[in-house]
């Protein structure tokens, strides 16, 4: 057996899993000269939510962190979230926004790309292996391609192993299990990792990816690792646990002189989980850190609610005055996920599943308000399901409207000029990554780019704070 690699997710998941991501790039400068010598196989760092976060909510820009983190982790590969078509939002976009995206990120200094499904629709992630393929290998960078791991009647470890083999001929040189709601038990974890070594080319890396919202995160991580897996996912342990991942510093000191052996010494963690201590504290003191998802909660079994899920519902409760209906929203959640086919719940399904049993809940009637995004969830226009949905509901919803069933981004002309245009033609661009910005979130980049062109001119340095830009 060869050492067991670890992938730290304390500069993006964690902090999205317990503060809905909003840990800011100050705060990770103090130890990311540190963070490089430890040892990791990578540092997730970029993608996911945070590219919407440092706009929306932190006045930065994320190219420019994800520059900042370059600078500092000159060793460790920094390593981002793509949510396949849905790049770094939460809609079908062409493919040269793909494709320019995935350049554009390379470039900036990311080495190794997670790119998933939200439904594992192989359709939706065949644009974005092609560039990551294309821009990735002159620069030794690693195609991820994660499996949105959830339970249901079709989700079958064939099924799995199937779909692994489909991502492993598209070019992944990394199959990761993404267990976002901490669902796949260590006894199933021991077997799945165990079929997909038996089926998978001895070159390609699996990756496991859980968290411990239900207490099962370490079990899971150990049986993995016992059944062959390369790399787990963990955090350092001021953010770890509950709906985060489980926490780095007890495995590495579990496997230390085993077979198993990381390689990483604890006393070098020590001085960067006291750093990450004051953090939380500080995310905590400003209401962002709910101590409630650093709790074990085993409904999330039943619910199959996932962190980063989870600390939403909470947010969207606290705006609408709701907090006391969070249970009910918990018994909605798996209704209304087996209403759409089943979806894993991930970004974007989980937004979609959360916020429909949300509205289903506080709305005095199920589907009496949707989204639209629910309907185009039930139009195919996310990709296809995995199972039937209720015909009842759709019929409801859709109210007649014609459903899909060919790649939804087969729809969309290509964007990016036209995109560079409208953002040169309103005076923000200063960047080709603007452009990407401006796509990913359209309100939400322009007001960032108000305020940034406001502290660049030195005109009213507080503009996040009265109110033009959300702060």
């Known amino acids: 057996m060869s050492k067991i690699f670890i992938t730290d997710t304390i ?3 964690a902090h999205q899993s317990h503060a809905a991501t909003r840990m800011r790039t100050e705060q990770m400068i103090p130890v990311l000269s540190q963070l490089d010598e430890v040892g990791y196989y990578s540092l997730e760092g970029w993608g996911g939510a945070t590219f919407d976060s440092c706009m929306r909510f932190l006045n930065e820009d994320p190219w420019d962190r994800l520059r900042t983190l370059k600078k500092y982790l000159k060793k460790t590969p920094i390593q981002m979230l793509l949510r396949g078509q849905n790049l770094l939002g939460y809609r079908n976009y062409a493919d040269d926004l793909v494709e320019k995206v995935v350049e554009k990120s390379y470039e900036n200094g990311v ?14 992630l065949a644009s974005s292996i092609k560039a990551i ?6 620069i030794h960078g690693v195609c991820e391609v994660a499996i949105s791991y959830t339970t249901s009647p079709v989700h079958t470890l064939d099924y799995f192993v199937k779909l692994a083999k489909t991502y492993e001929d598209m070019g992944a040189d990394n199959i990761c299990i993404k267990d976002m709601a901490n669902l796949l038990l260590p006894y199933d974890a021991y077997n799945l990792i165990k079929a997909l070594k038996s089926a998978l080319r001895p070159e390609t890396k699996l990756h496991m990816h859980t968290h411990n919202t239900t207490g099962t995160g370490d079990m899971v991580n150990l049986m993995a690792i016992q059944a062959g897996v390369d790399i787990v996912d963990t955090a350092l342990s001021p953010l770890a646990n509950g709906t985060s991942q489980p926490a780095t510093e007890p495995l590495v000191a579990t496997l230390k002189g085993t077979e198993y052996d990381t390689g990483i010494d604890l006393e070098k963690l020590i001085p960067i989980a006291e750093h990450f201590k004051k953090v939380a504290a500080e995310l905590e003191k400003e209401g962002f850190l709910n101590p409630k998802v650093r709790q074990v ?11 980063g899920m989870l600390s939403n ?6 705006k609408a005055g709701k907090e006391d209906k969070l249970e009910e929203v918990l018994a909605e959640v798996p209704n ?3 209403d759409c086919g089943y979806p894993p719940l991930v970004t974007p399904s989980s937004q979609i599943v959360g916020t429909q049993a949300v509205m289903n809940v506080i709305g005095g009637e199920r589907y009496k308000m949707v989204t639209k995004e629910t309907k185009d969830l039930l139009a195919g226009k996310y990709g296809q399901l995995p199972m039937p949905v209720n015909e009842e509901v759709a019929a409801k919803v859709l109210k007649g409207e014609k459903r899909i069933t060919y790649r939804p981004a087969d729809d969309l002309k290509p964007e990016y000029e036209s995109l560079k245009a409208e953002l040169i033609q309103k005076g923000y ?20 780019f108000k305020w940034r062109k406001a502290a660049k001119q030195g005109v009213d340095r507080d503009l996040g ?7």
């Open 11 to 13: 500069l993006r998941d």
């Open 133 to 138: 393929k294309k821009y990735g290998e002159p």
């Open 429 to 448: 661009y200063t960047q080709e990554e603007d452009v990407l910005s401006y796509a990913s979130f359209p309100e939400v980049a322009e007001n960032f």
């Open 297 to 307: 909660d085993v409904k999330t079994l039943i619910y199959q609610v996932p962190g």
């Open 313 to 318: 519902l909470m947010n969207q409760l606290k």
């Open 111 to 124: 080495g190794v790309i997670r790119v998933f499904d939200a439904l594992n629709d192989p359709r939706n």
């Open 336 to 338: 209304v996920r087996r």
């Open 465 to 471: 704070k009265t109110g033009v830009y959300p702060v």
